[in-house]
């Protein structure tokens, strides 16, 4: 079954950008997913095709229609659709390897790409649109997002990456950072390669792998590793029960 991608947008122009090369570019041309960016403003009724109006209560910027959007939202995912609907937003819930994983066992997604200072909430609550964010910043436009999101989710699909172990011996999946990775040369520059991982001792190698991703994560990530490495056991003293 092909993973469809529906990308809204007032900047159709930008997909498949990146999307386009590399292992999402082949796996596209054969048909493993397929791409549709839809213009939002395609939806619009009046001559300028007006997508945003002023925010209600004042303030500065623009905000995105609710009805221009429902309709946009609806052509692209009727009610027989089984696909999530997400909104690229800095205020969604961070997305994770699992949520990525999640999407790529599914049927695709529609993507809403938000502009100016956001969506109105009504079109938010009305539509279901589960928000994701990539990142505590802020872009132009939730188009880069989606990229980011669609390239994530594509190189899970069956069949695109060459080694399917590529996509389970990585950061994240285990809840830690990857471990480092070395190649020939041996030596570059006075530095060599770790001698375990020349030994051919699997057993000592998957040790030294672990024990430098659960480094690499309470060093550079310590809220992954608070969540995923337990605690050492607390010593008993003397007299404790």
Same mark, same amino acid.
């Given at each position: 079954?092909?993973?469809?991608?529906?990308?809204?947008?007032? *900047? =159709?122009?930008?997909?498949?950008?990146?999307?386009?090369?590399?292992?999402?570019?082949?796996?596209?041309?054969?048909?493993?997913?397929?791409?549709?960016?839809?213009?939002?403003?395609?939806? %619009?009724?009046?001559?300028?095709?007006?997508?945003?109006?002023?925010? %209600?209560?004042?303030?500065?910027?623009?905000?995105? !229609?609710?009805?221009?959007?429902?309709?946009?939202? $609806?052509?692209?995912? #009727?009610?027989?659709?089984?696909?999530?609907?997400?909104?690229?937003?800095?205020?969604?819930? #961070?997305?994770?390897?699992?949520?990525?994983? $999640?999407?790529?066992?599914?049927?695709?997604?529609?993507?809403?790409?938000?502009?100016?200072?956001?969506? $109105?909430?009504?079109?938010?609550?009305?539509? +279901?649109? @589960?928000?994701?964010?990539?990142? $505590? *910043?802020?872009?132009?436009?939730?188009?880069?997002?989606?990229?980011?999101?669609?390239?994530?989710?594509?190189?899970?699909l069956p069949g695109v990456m060459g080694n399917e172990a590529s996509g389970t011996e990585e950061s994240f999946e285990g809840g830690l950072l990857?471990?480092?990775? *070395?190649? !020939?040369?041996?030596?570059?520059?006075? !530095?060599?390669? #770790?001698?375990?991982?020349?030994?051919?001792?699997?057993?000592?190698?998957?040790?030294?792998?672990?024990?430098?991703? @659960?480094?690499?994560?309470?060093?550079?990530? =310590?809220?992954? %590793?608070?969540?995923?490495? @337990?605690? =050492? =056991?607390?010593?008993?003293?003397? +007299?404790?029960?």
């Amino acid at each position: 079954m092909t993973f469809r991608a529906t990308v809204l947008t007032l *900047y =159709p122009e930008m997909f498949p950008g990146a999307l386009g090369v590399s292992l999402a570019g082949r796996a596209l041309e054969a048909g493993t997913w397929s791409l549709d960016a839809v213009q939002i403003r395609d939806f %619009a009724s009046d001559k300028h095709r007006t997508v945003d109006d002023t925010p %209600a209560g004042g303030g500065a910027g623009m905000v995105m !229609r609710a009805d221009i959007v429902a309709k946009a939202v $609806d052509a692209a995912s #009727p009610a027989d659709d089984d696909r999530p609907r997400l909104l690229m937003s800095p205020r969604g819930k #961070p997305l994770t390897q699992a949520r990525v994983r $999640d999407l790529a066992a599914g049927p695709g997604v529609v993507i809403l790409c938000g502009r100016f200072e956001g969506v $109105d909430q009504r079109v938010i609550d009305a539509r +279901g649109l @589960e928000e994701v964010s990539i990142g $505590d *910043y802020i872009l132009s436009g939730g188009e880069p997002a989606a990229l980011v999101l669609l390239d994530a989710v594509v190189r899970l699909l069956p069949g695109v990456m060459g080694n399917e172990a590529s996509g389970t011996e990585e950061s994240f999946e285990g809840g830690l950072l990857e471990h480092p990775h *070395y190649t !020939r040369p041996q030596d570059f520059e006075g !530095r060599a390669i #770790p001698e375990v991982l020349l030994s051919g001792n699997h057993r000592k190698i998957a040790e030294w792998r672990r024990a430098q991703a @659960e480094g690499l994560t309470m060093e550079r990530r =310590p809220d992954l %590793a608070s969540a995923c490495l @337990e605690p =050492p =056991p607390t010593k008993k003293r003397s +007299g404790d029960a």
